[in-house]
C-alpha cells in the first residue's frame, strides 16, 4: 500500500509519507510557492479537507485566481468521487495524543514485533506452544500492570485433550483501569491467540518475524489480533505519558483461546456478570475488518456457525488398490459423493429445509448494501480470486453476511503427501460448516443436514458405516445500531477519518460477541482496524502500518465521544 495517506496516493499523485498519512517534514507537495501551492499565500495554516495535507491559507492576488480555481475544482471532484481523508483533530487532548501517537509509531510497529514472535498458537495441542501462550499472557498483563492498571489473572484450569494428555488453558485477564463514576466505563475483549502458521505453507517471510514491506506490516497474528489488541495499549499509553485524564473507564477482557473455541471464558463471563461486567456501559471489539481497503466500517452482525463431521469406515487399517480396488466400497468415493451432495456450483445448499428460518431481507436492510461503500472489482483483485458466484454489489454481500453458506474444509485420513500412494484409506472423515443467520435454529440445522446425509448414504447402497456428528455450534450476533456506543463510533471515525462508517455485518462468526451479549446483558459493538485484504488465518496475514497508527488514534477519539455521550444522556 506504500505510503499509506488517507487518500491512495496512485490515484492521487502524490507522495505522503509512511506512517501517518501526510507529507513528512521539509516533503513538498509540488507547485510553485512555499510547501507546493501558488505564490501570494500568508503564513497561516489549515488542513487540506481533500488530501489531509498541512496547507498555508492564501489571500490570493489576481495571478493566483486561476491555480485557486483549479485547486478548488479538484477538490469538489474529490468529494464527488467518494474519496475521504483524516480531518485535522479539535484542539485539546485530542490533538496531543494524535501528535504523540504520531511520534512513537515506530515505537508501538516495534512492540507489535516483540509480540509478534510469540508463537502463540492454541490450535495445535503442543506442550510448547502452550508454554509460548503463556508466556504472551503473561507479556500482555506486564504492558497492562505498566499503565497502572489493575490485572487479575484468572486461572482457567486445564484441557482435556482426545488421547488423554492435558493442557494448561492460559489464564484470563480481567485488567481495569479507572473507576470514577461519573465517567462511563467501556471495556475492550481482545485475544492473543493465533492460528497455525508455517513458512513452508506460502508465507513469503517468516510468519513470527514482523516485516514491514511498503507500509504493510506481514507477521502471524498482526491482525488477528494481536494489533487490534495493543491498539489499545498504545492508546491508554498516549493518555499516560502526556499525562491526560482519561475520558473513560477503562476495562480489558483478554484471552488466549479464541481459536481454539474460547475455553473457559463463557462460564467466567457468567461468574463475573454481577462482579467484573457490572458497572460495564458497553464492550469493544475489534477482532474483524473493514469490507474496503481505505474506508472505516463498523459491523453490526456476524454469521453464527454449525461445524460438522461425517466419518465413512469400512476398516482402521489402510487397502492396497491392486489387491483391493474394484472389489469393495471405497470410503473415500462414498465421501466424496456424500461431501457433493451439500451444495452446488451456484454456491446454494443442497440440504432441504435449510431456508425455511432464515429471515426475510427488509426494504431497509436494502438500503445498507446499496448504501455499502465497495469497489467490486477491487475487492476481486484483493481477493486474489477470478471471479465471484454474483455480479452485483448487493448480492455479493447479501450472501456474505445475511444468507447461510456451505463450506467443505478438508477429509481427514485422505493421501495428501506429495507423490504418487495406491492407497485405498479405509476409514476418512470430511469436514464441513454451515454460516448460520438469523432466524435458524441450530437444532433443527443439525437434523435436517444428518439426514439428508443418511438419505444420500442409503442410496448408495454402500457396506461402509457412515457416522454425522455435528462438532460445534455458534449462534448469530445481532446488535442494535441506535445504541450509544455506535453513535460515538461513528462520530470518531468522523473525527480521525473525514468519513462516514460503512454499515456492514461480518460473514464470519465471533462467538464471544453473542455470549457477552446476551450472558451481561450489556451492549457490544465491533469496531474493527483492518483492512479487508489483510489475511486473517491465511497466509501472509498483516495490517497496514497506516491502519495500526489510526486505529489507536480512532480508540482515543472513541474514548472522548463515549464520554460526551454519557454526560448528555
Known amino acids: 500500500m506504500g505510503a499509506l495517506s488517507p487518500t491512495d496516493p496512485q490515484r492521487m499523485g502524490f507522495r505522503a509519507r509512511g506512517g501517518n498519512g501526510g507529507l513528512g517534514k521539509g516533503e513538498e507537495s509540488g507547485g510553485g510557492g512555499t510547501d507546493g501551492l501558488p505564490t501570494g499565500c500568508g503564513t497561516g495554516r489549515e488542513r487540506d479537507p481533500g488530501q489531509g495535507r498541512e496547507l498555508l491559507r492564501c489571500k490570493p ?3 493566483t485566481l486561476k491555480a485557486l480555481a483549479e485547486s478548488l475544482l479538484a477538490f469538489l471532484l474529490l468529494l464527488v468521487g467518494g474519496m475521504f481523508s483524516a480531518s485535522t483533530p ?9 501528535q504523540y501517537i504520531d511520534l512513537h509509531q515506530d515505537e508501538f510497529v516495534q512492540t507489535l514485533k516483540e509480540w509478534v514472535a510469540v508463537e502463540s498458537d492454541s490450535v495445535q495441542p503442543a506442550p510448547r506452544l502452550r508454554r509460548e501462550l503463556l508466556h504472551m499472557v503473561g507479556l500482555a498483563a506486564d504492558r497492562l500492570r505498566g499503565l497502572g492498571a489493575r490485572v487479575a489473572s484468572v486461572d482457567a484450569g486445564f484441557q482435556q485433550l482426545p488421547d488423554g494428555q492435558t493442557l494448561p ?15 462511563p466505563t467501556v ?3 481482545g485475544h492473543l491467540d493465533v492460528q497455525p502458521a508455517r513458512q513452508e505453507d506460502g508465507w513469503l517471510t517468516d510468519p513470527y518475524t514482523l516485516t514491514e514491506v511498503d507500509g504493510k506490516l506481514y507477521g502471524r497474528g498482526t491482525t488477528d489480533n494481536k494489533g487490534p489488541v495493543l491498539a489499545w495499549i498504545n492508546t491508554v499509553s498516549a493518555f499516560k505519558a502526556l499525562d491526560e485524564d482519561l475520558p473513560v473507564n477503562i476495562k480489558f477482557l483478554i484471552e488466549g483461546m479464541e481459536e481454539a473455541g474460547s475455553l473457559a471464558l463463557e462460564e467466567l463471563v457468567r461468574k463475573e456478570k454481577s462482579g467484573f461486567f457490572s458497572s460495564v456501559d458497553c464492550i469493544v471489539i475489534s477482532d474483524n475488518l473493514w469490507i474496503s481497503q481505505r474506508k472505516p466500517a463498523l459491523i453490526y452482525g456476524t454469521r453464527g456457525n454449525s461445524y460438522f463431521t461425517v466419518e465413512v469406515k469400512c476398516r482402521d487399517q489402510d487397502f492396497h488398490s491392486g489387491t483391493f480396488g474394484g472389489i469393495l466400497n471405497e470410503p473415500m468415493a462414498d465421501l466424496v459423493a456424500l461431501l457433493g451432495s451439500l451444495v452446488d456450483a451456484s454456491g446454494r445448499i443442497l440440504v432441504p429445509g435449510i431456508y425455511e428460518h432464515v429471515a426475510p431481507v427488509t426494504e431497509e436492510e436494502k438500503r445498507v448494501y446499496e448504501d455499502t461503500d465497495l469497489d467490486m472489482e477491487e475487492y476481486r483483485n484483493s481477493s486474489q480470486v477470478k471471479r465471484f458466484l454474483f455480479d452485483t454489489k448487493e448480492e455479493l454481500l447479501m450472501h456474505l453476511w445475511r444468507y447461510p453458506s456451505l463450506s467443505i474444509h478438508g477429509i481427514e485420513g485422505a493421501f495428501h503427501e506429495p507423490g504418487a500412494k495406491t492407497v485405498i484409506p479405509g476409514r476418512v472423515m470430511g469436514k464441513f460448516s454451515i454460516r ?12 435436517q443436514v444428518k439426514q439428508h446425509l443418511e438419505y444420500i448414504f442409503s442410496k448408495r447402497n454402500s457396506s461402509n458405516q457412515m457416522t454425522v456428528s455435528m462438532a460445534l455450534g455458534l449462534h448469530p450476533w445481532i446488535a442494535n445500531v441506535s445504541d450509544r456506543q455506535y453513535l460515538a463510533a461513528k462520530r470518531a471515525i468522523r473525527t480521525v477519518f473525514g468519513t462516514e462508517p460503512d454499515m456492514i455485518r461480518d460473514g ?3 462467538p464471544i460477541a453473542k455470549i457477552l451479549q446476551d ?3 450489556k451492549s457490544v459493538i465491533m469496531l474493527p482496524l483492518g483492512a479487508v485484504d489483510d489475511g486473517e ?12 497508527i489510526e486505529g489507536s488514534k480512532l480508540f482515543a477519539a472513541f474514548f472522548l465521544e463515549m464520554a460526551k455521550l454519557h454526560s448528555s444522556w
Not at 90 to 98: A, D, N, S
Not at 169 to 183: F, H, Q, R, T
Not at 436 to 447: F, G, I, K, R
Open 61 to 63: 492576488s489576481r495571478g
Open 90 to 98: 479539535p484542539p485539546g487532548p485530542l490533538e496531543k495524543i494524535f
Open 169 to 183: 488453558i492460559p489464564p484470563i485477564l480481567l485488567a481495569e483501569l479507572g473507576s470514577d463514576p461519573k465517567k
Open 187 to 189: 471495556c475492550f475483549y
Open 436 to 447: 448460520l443467520v438469523p432466524h435458524m435454529d441450530m437444532s433443527v440445522v443439525e437434523t
Open 508 to 510: 464470519s462468526t465471533i
Open 519 to 521: 450472558t451481561t446483558q
Open 537 to 548: 488465518h491465511s497466509q501472509n496475514e498483516k495490517i497496514n502500518r497506516w491502519n495500526y
